[in-house]
């Protein structure tokens, strides 16, 4: 699986075990960042992982800021990407079981020292149910149209 990473200067510690574990797993992963030691503004790296999740370039994302609010409400903001922050396995299961979540929003802030294998292994390979739940996944692309029209 092709994944985009990005967090600003509260993730960074969490980022750089997320993609220690992911390429230990044989993952591929494109890390944007940040790479500056000072603070960073977190939309300027959402777009980022983001833009590649929308395009296609991407299969999933993971952000991370300080508390994973800002990343998701900006990754949002591109077609075809839904982010949401997760805070343990349990969301990020029902993450994907219920709304093929492809944006993983993480909190650098909660998650920093917390084991973090089990969230990411869950979110990774726990499958969307389809079903119900893919009718209204369908309702949140028509809005993305409808509202791209207006
Ligand atoms: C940066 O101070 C902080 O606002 C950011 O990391 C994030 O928590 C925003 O949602």
Not at 9 to 20: D, F, P, S, Y
Not at 106 to 132: A, C
């Amino acid at each position: 699986m092709r994944i985009a990473i990005g967090s600003d200067h509260r993730g960074t510690k969490l980022r750089a075990r997320i993609v220690e574990l992911l390429r230990r797993w044989g993952q591929e992963v494109i890390d944007v960042g940040t790479q500056e030691s000072g603070p960073i503004d977190y939309p300027d790296v959402a777009q980022q992982v983001a833009r590649r999740v929308s395009a296609g370039d991407a299969d999933r994302g993971i952000l991370i800021c300080g508390t994973g609010l800002g990343m998701a409400i900006v990754a949002n903001k591109y077609p075809g990407v839904r982010a949401a922050p997760c805070h343990d396995e349990l969301t990020a299961e029902l993450s994907r079981r219920h709304n093929d979540l492809n944006v993983l929003c993480l909190s650098g802030d909660m998650l920093k020292d917390s084991p973090i294998d089990g969230l990411i292994k869950v979110w990774l390979s726990t499958p969307f149910e389809g079903g119900r739940h893919a009718r209204r996944v369908r309702k949140i692309a028509e809005l993305e149209r409808h509202n791209g029209r207006m």
